[in-house]
T-cell receptor, first 115, second 115 residues
């Protein structure tokens, strides 16, 4: 089954304690991206990656890091989480071959609370 | 600056009637528009899209209309069914973003179908 898998799905942590949210896709997609969803703001892009070792900032990258060492994985790293990073996070991917449709495939989300 | 706006946070419609969800955008560079559907505790799933070269796209009960001069699009669901109850996100992308082609999302409309 084609899917984007995120872990953990739920996490409560404290300010300053480094954490990583993993994302893995089994569709051989080149493009991967992280979004956060906050009330009244919709989904906003944090970082994206066009392929292995190619990453760049989205609209709200402050406080986050990413890496893309393998095509299937795109972890989101919070080096020193703060309460304003409490949010619902989504990883998404799409292929780049063929006609562009814009369609992204999303994971189920990771709800993070930083105390 | 919210480039994609969904001004109705919620909408209730009787089962069997038409549901109309609206979306406005400000960026004239957007050339692809998508609707996503989101159930609680799940990631957004792609519903239907439209290219800026078209003004209508239909897929079963779902039709998206695009009015470029008004920078407005709408999603029509006919007939509405209880399973359509979800949050609907409008999204737009611009191929001119040199490969990122990120989706810019609206804030969502919660649709409730009343049996």
């Amino acid at each position: 089954e084609a899917q984007v898998t995120q872990n953990p799905r739920y996490l409560i942590t404290v300010t300053g304690k480094k954490l990583t949210v993993t994302c893995s896709q089994n569709m051989n997609h080149e493009y991967m991206s992280w979004y956060r969803q906050d009330p009244g703001l919709g989904l906003r892009q944090i970082y994206y990656s066009m392929n292995v070792e190619v990453t760049d900032k989205g609209d709200v990258p402050e406080g986050y890091k990413v890496s893309r060492k393998e095509k299937r994985n795109f972890p989101l790293i919070l080096e020193s989480p703060s309460p304003n990073q409490t949010s619902l996070y989504f990883c998404a991917s799409r292929g780049v071959a063929g006609a562009y449709t814009g369609e992204l495939f999303f994971g189920e989300g990771s709800r993070l609370t930083v105390l | 600056d919210q480039q994609v706006k969904q001004n109705s946070p919620s909408l209730s419609v009787q089962e069997g009637r038409i549901s109309i969800l609206n979306c406005d955008y400000t960026n004239s560079m957007f050339d692809y528009f998508l609707w996503y559907k989101k159930y609680p505790a799940e990631g957004p799933t792609f519903l239907i899209s439209i290219s800026s070269i078209k003004d209508k796209n239909e897929d079963g009960r779902f039709t998206v209309f695009l009015n470029k001069s008004a920078k407005h699009l709408s999603l029509h669901i006919v007939p509405s069914q209880p399973g359509d109850s979800a949050v609907y996100f409008c999204a737009a992308s611009a191929k001119s973003n040199f490969g990122n082609e990120k989706l810019t999302f609206g804030t969502g409309t919660r649709l409730t179908i009343i049996p």
